[in-house]
């Protein structure tokens, strides 16, 4: 495995893992916002995925990573300036973004999506490299 993808791999495991310790942790997700947390449990199980696809088919999985960062990206800054906490009498976006920007595990996993984003990408510029350069540059794009 190359270098990138193994760096893609390991930024896949470490948001699946943050992924892993918000599900249980985070109460108001669970109680209130039942249907995050089921598309954070998908987040979670698709980075995995990835992980595993990056040995079998490494330009879709690397595909997949990118677009798959820039969904949960777009989610939770979508979260940050939209979102409301429904158990306040009088919810407000800004005490919402107050409580997602003051919970670390919800900034680490912000963070995480861009760093996959951009390993992502890095990956994607060698691998179509190594793959223009052996003549097949969709060797695994079927």
Known sequence: MKTTNLALAVVLLVSAIVSGYILPTDNYLFTVALTHWYVLTAFAV?????????????GTAIIGAIILGVAELTAMVADIFFGTLTFFPSPTPAVFTRYLLGYAPFDT?????????VVGYAAFVMWERTSSVAGNPSVDMV
């Open 109 to 117: 996993l912000l963070v995480v999506q861009v760093v996959l984003i």
């Open 46 to 58: 698709i980075d995995l995925a990835l992980v595993i696809g990056l040995w079998r088919r490494p």
